[in-house]
C-alpha cells in the first residue's frame, strides 16, 4: 500500500510498518541512554503507556512528539523509512548495531534533568575592592 507524502510524492511501505518503527525508535531510546521507557516518555513529551504502545509496535508515533529527536539528530527519515542518510555517520553507525542487536554502549546516559540552581556565598558574590596606591603609601 502506498504512502502518500507532501507535494504528491509517494513511497512504499516496505520498511514503515509499526514494527519497523517499533524496532528503530526503541533503537533511539537505547542509544540516547534511557534505562526506562518512562524517562524516555518525559524526554518525548507523551505518557508512558503511550510511547509503550510505539515501542512494542501497536501505533505509529505522532510527529509532534518526536521534536527532541531531532534535536539529537536523529531524523525522521531513519525512524519512519530507514533512510540514515541525513543523519551523522556515527549516529547512524551505532543505531544499527542496536538495531542488528549488536552491543554497543551507548553515547552518553540520561536521566531526566533536573534544575541546578546555586546560591553563592556572600563572600563569593561580593567582588573584592581593589586598594588604592595611597592607601598603600
Known sequence: ??????????????????????R???????????KTTQTFAMFLG????????W???R???PVRYLGPLRAEGIT???????DPSSMGYARAIRLQAAMDGDAVPPAEAREPEVPV???????VARPRRKKSKAATS
Do not use: I, Q
Open 24 to 34: 528503530r525508535l526503541r533503537a533511539v531510546k537505547n542509544e540516547l541512554g534511557y
Open 46 to 53: 507523551a505518557e508512558r503507556v503511550t510511547v509503550d504502545a
Open 76 to 82: 525522521l527519515d531513519w525512524l519512519f523509512y530507514n
Open 117 to 123: 540552581v546555586e546560591v553563592a556565598s556572600p563572600e
Open 59 to 61: 501505533a505509529f508515533p
Open 1 to 22: 500500500m502506498p504512502l502518500c507524502l507532501p507535494d504528491g510524492m509517494v513511497s512504499s511501505m516496505t520498511d514503515h510498518d509499526e514494527k519497523a518503527v517499533g
Open 55 to 57: 515501542l512494542n509496535g
